[in-house]
């Protein structure tokens, strides 16, 4: 037992000291409570310009508490689980609670039977962590000799969750992966692309890193994007988003579902459940038991066991993901997991034949822009992407504008891509979509 653990808790396993902490929230008072208690260690590898700069192990503890008294809620985190520090964070979080106003929605997961649940290693392999490591850097130098990995970072982290509420609920959480990002340029004399990024998760260490997630393709890319040139003039037409870049429209859809815009009364899609909310030929998951991916979870922020769920299938919405507090809120079902973990399923048209039906239009591989409009509307720039005309990519686009509305685009689509992306918490195609203003 570490020696953080001190006085009555020296003798508790780790499973038991949330049940401590559980004991003294009703002891000081409060009328539903729940404790989650989270321990893990990283291991992580840096290169930093090129050369190795860093392994590290660093181990982390937590304990979260909450608590619900006269329908008043406190909760509270800390990162020391003495005794002193959890009976002293018992009596703050049960001030905290008096102090709040009163919300008949608040509330705890009933009564569960008990589990356990775990995925992937426990422990790295370290040598094949580093092998790995030095063998993408000599991939990358060369095969494209004129991109910098400017910094690469592997880890690999693992760790227990114990979640337990005064319902009795109790679920053990244990597992591990591997994760790899790296962050590039590419310069050829005085010209110089942008940054870009990429990076995915895995359970294991069997296959080269730049076969991982898009890393290939996006160093093929980069080194493409040396030199650039505008789109010849503004247009509408079409746009294929790559599954680099997907989550920044498909976000628009999962904040209209959740809690903030269904309690609030903005949700654009509050009495769609059953209706078309996008084209047919979109279907997403929520994946998170899903042996396909690396990430994933088993309980819900909530207190619940989490379920895989179609949110939209055929372009239907199945399913809000609302919390237990945000069902209470609005009077809707609670939602079967926490979102993330995200699959859409990939279509029947290669890539390749999808460009090919591109008048003209851009493959978007990067964009940066702010939040969407409560209504979906959408304007920004897209980086390291490609201008499309009569059926070929043409070449490198400097910064160009796209905009439109996402509410629209998604009716919009055009087809999927058979071929897809698996970057470990999420696998995504290629969407082509129409109508889009490209200036």
């Known amino acids: 037992m570490p020696s953080q653990y001190w006085g009555s808790l020296a003798h508790l396993r780790d499973a038991e000291i949330p049940d401590y902490c559980i004991e003294q929230l009703i002891k000081a008072g409060g009328d539903k409570v729940q ?3 989270s321990k893990g260690e990283k291991r992580e590898l840096n290169v930093d310009a090129g050369e190795f700069s860093l392994f590290r192990t660093t181990a982390n503890h937590g304990i979260s508490l909450a608590v619900i008294k ?3 809620k406190g909760s509270l985190s800390i990162n020391k689980i003495n005794q002193e520090d959890i009976d002293e964070s018992v009596a703050t979080v049960l001030t905290m609670a008096a102090s709040s106003m009163p919300d008949e929605a608040y509330d705890i997961s009933e009564n569960q039977p008990a589990k356990s649940f775990s995925k992937g290693p426990t422990e790295p392999e370290l040598e094949k962590m580093y092998n790995r490591m030095e063998e993408f850097m000599d991939f990358s130098g060369s095969t494209f000799p004129t991109t910098i990995i400017e910094q690469a970072i592997m880890d690999f982290s693992a ?3 114990y979640y337990r509420n005064s319902n009795g609920v109790a679920f053990d959480e244990t597992g591990g992966s591997y994760s790899f990002s790296a962050m590039f340029t590419s310069k050829e004399g005085e010209d110089t692309s942008s940054f870009n990024s990429a990076g995915f998760s895995s359970l294991d260490m069997d296959n080269p890193l730049h076969e991982g997630g898009s890393i290939k393709r996006l160093l093929k890319e980069s080194a493409e994007h040396v030199r650039t040139k505008p789109v010849p003039k503004k247009f509408t037409g079409d746009i294929i988003v790559t599954p680099d870049c997907i989550m920044d429209f498909i976000g628009f859809f999962l904040g209209n579902i959740s809690d903030y815009r269904l309690i609030a009364g903005t949700s654009l899609f509050r009495e769609s459940i059953g209706e078309a909310i996008t ?3 979109l279907t997403l998951h ?3 038991l899903s042996d396909d991916l690396s990430g994933g979870y088993f309980v819900t922020g909530d207190g619940y066991e989490a379920a895989n769920a179609t949110i939209i299938e055929q372009g239907i919405l199945k399913t809000f993901l609302l919390s237990l507090y945000g069902s209470n809120k609005t009077g809707l079902k609670r939602g079967p997991n926490s979102g ?9 048209t290669a890539l390749n034949d999808i460009v090919k039906s591109v008048k003209q239009g851009v493959l978007l591989s990067r964009f940066s822009g702010g939040s969407p409009s409560d209504n979906g509307d959408f304007s920004g720039v897209a980086k390291n992407s490609f201008y499309i005309e009569d059926g070929e990519i043409q070449y490198p686009i400097s910064e160009t504008m796209v905009s439109g509305n996402i509410a629209d685009m998604f009716h ?3 087809d999927i891509s058979e071929d897809n992306v698996n970057f470990g918490d999420e696998i995504f195609p290629w969407i082509h979509f129409g109508g889009i203003t490209v200036s």
């Open 286 to 288: 929520s994946t998170p």
């Open 35 to 37: 404790c989650v208690y």
């Open 159 to 161: 760790g227990t969750s």
């Open 340 to 348: 993330g973990s995200l699959i859409i399923d990939s279509g029947k």
């Open 412 to 414: 919009n689509i055009k």
């Open 70 to 72: 006269d329908q008043k």
């Open 279 to 281: 084209n047919g030929l």
